[in-house]
């Protein structure tokens, strides 16, 4: 749990306080540990693109929203993302378990995989990627960094990295 602890750490240093997630195993130490935590708000939910509608609201809110999936909930959210999130605005941090890198034993997990860095560069959605412990150290500055620039950022976690956490 320590990986997780360090990263929910650096989104509430980095202004998060607003935290939805989708269902996911390497994200779901991050979730136990929101759900105690009585400074910020959390809640599970059964859809990314609902889940950005939400973090809309919570923005609209002054909340500084952050939205944990896998990666494949982006390329079910890229209208939800382009035609709310980016057309008015809103800052959200997207916390992606990145699903289909080395070390994944899923097969299926690896097309999303192939092609999430080219969705993402192709809505301009700045990317940090976290692959090492040392990498988690970054995540502060850039979730502050969705304020802003008053735009979406994705922080990506690969599957090594979130494995044994």
Do not use: W
Not at 3 to 21: E, P, R, T, V
Not at 54 to 74: E, S
Not at 138 to 165: G, R
């Amino acid at each position: 749990m320590k990986i997780s602890q360090k990263i929910i750490s650096n989104l509430k240093s980095g202004g998060a306080d607003f935290f939805l997630s989708v269902p996911c195993k390497l994200l779901a130490n991050m979730i136990i540990i929101l759900e105690k935590d009585k400074d910020i708000y959390y809640s599970a939910i059964p859809r990314e693109e609902e889940g950005m509608g939400i973090c809309a609201g919570a923005y609209l809110g002054n909340k500084l929203p952050c939205i944990m999936m896998q990666n494949t909930g982006i390329g079910n959210s890229v209208n939800a993302i382009v035609s709310l999130l980016q057309l008015y605005q809103m800052p959200v941090v997207f916390l992606i378990s990145y699903r289909g890198t080395p070390g994944e034993p899923v097969g299926a997990q690896g097309g999303m995989a192939s092609v999430t860095e080219d969705i993402l560069n192709t809505l301009r959605i700045p990317m940090l990627h976290c692959n090492t412990e040392e990498d988690l150290d970054k995540i502060s500055t850039f979730a502050n960094h969705a304020k802003v620039i008053e735009s979406p950022v994705a922080i990506l976690c690969n599957f090594n990295l979130m494995k044994d956490d």
